[in-house]
T-cell receptor, first 115, second 111 residues
Framework: GAVVSQHPSRVICKSGTSVKIECRSLDFQATTMFWYRQFPKQSLMLMATSNEGSKATYEQGVEKDKFLINHASLTLSTLTVTSAHPEDSSFYIC???????????FGNGTRLTVT | GENVEQHPSTLSVQEGDSAVIKCTYSDSASNYFPWYKQELGKRPQLIIDIRSNVGEKKDQRIAVTLNKTAKHFSLHITETQPEDSAVYFCAGGDNFNKFYFGSGTKLNVKP
């Protein structure tokens, strides 16, 4: 069964609005979650590491004020794309790692389209 | 940080043939290398992984080899089937830390 639940699966929004994406770890408590972005026919690019109870760690080139991450509990991390623009249209996917184990478990992803 | 490179970007094989995808990594501290299969519009699914203390691992038709000295690892799929058609990603990283992905290989298995 699914280990990670991500919602919504698809969202269309107007330019300038904000969109929140939720990522839930269903089977275990996750102190760390990861957010990736994937443009069409491209690889998964790590955006940030979400840390429960502390600030997220962003990869170089990712604007922390534009992509707000909140990891308020051990099972939930949210990514908010603020003031979205058409170039933010992408496939956003979260992943979690069971502490003490290696594999990443991915959510189903969110297809964001900004018009 | 880690830099993972993957080749080829596309690979077309005849059903029953073997397919090989290669990756290199830059960070000698990386010790865990998973391979993911992603079908169109779906999440990546782990198909096999290898740790740096192992040189080779096999699971039925899928095998992965790792050369720590040269910092490269490869995915081998034997007796390919049309359902193997997908995009494959290699990744590298620390066991308990973030992973960096290769650019992906689109595998097309022709019936």
């Amino acid at each position: 069964g699914a280990v990670v639940s991500q919602h919504p699966s698809r969202v269309i929004c107007k330019s300038g609005t904000s969109v929140k994406i939720e990522c839930r770890s269903l089977d275990f408590q996750a102190t760390t979650m990861f957010w990736y972005r994937q443009f069409p026919k491209q690889s998964l690019m790590l955006m940030a590491t979400s840390n429960e109870g502390s600030k997220a760690t962003y990869e170089q080139g990712v604007e922390k004020d534009k992509f707000l991450i909140n990891h308020a509990s051990l099972t939930l991390s949210t990514l908010t794309v603020t003031s979205a623009h058409p170039e933010d249209s992408s496939f956003y996917i979260c992943s979690v790692q069971n502490p003490g184990e290696s594999p990443l478990h991915f959510g189903n992803g969110t297809r964001l389209t900004v018009t | 940080g880690e830099n993972v490179e993957q080749h080829p970007s596309t690979l077309s094989v005849q059903e029953g043939d073997s397919a090989v995808i290669k990756c290199t990594y830059s960070d000698s501290a990386s010790n865990y290398f998973p391979w993911y299969k992603q079908e169109l519009g779906k999440r990546p699914q782990l198909i096999i992984d290898i740790r740096s203390n192992v040189g080779e691992k096999k699971d039925q038709r899928i095998a992965v080899t790792l050369n720590k000295t040269a910092k490269h690892f490869s995915l081998h799929i034997t007796e390919t089937q049309p359902e193997d058609s997908a995009v494959y990603f290699c990744a590298g990283g620390d066991n308990f830390n973030k992973f960096y992905f290769g650019s992906g290989t689109k595998l097309n298995v022709k019936p």
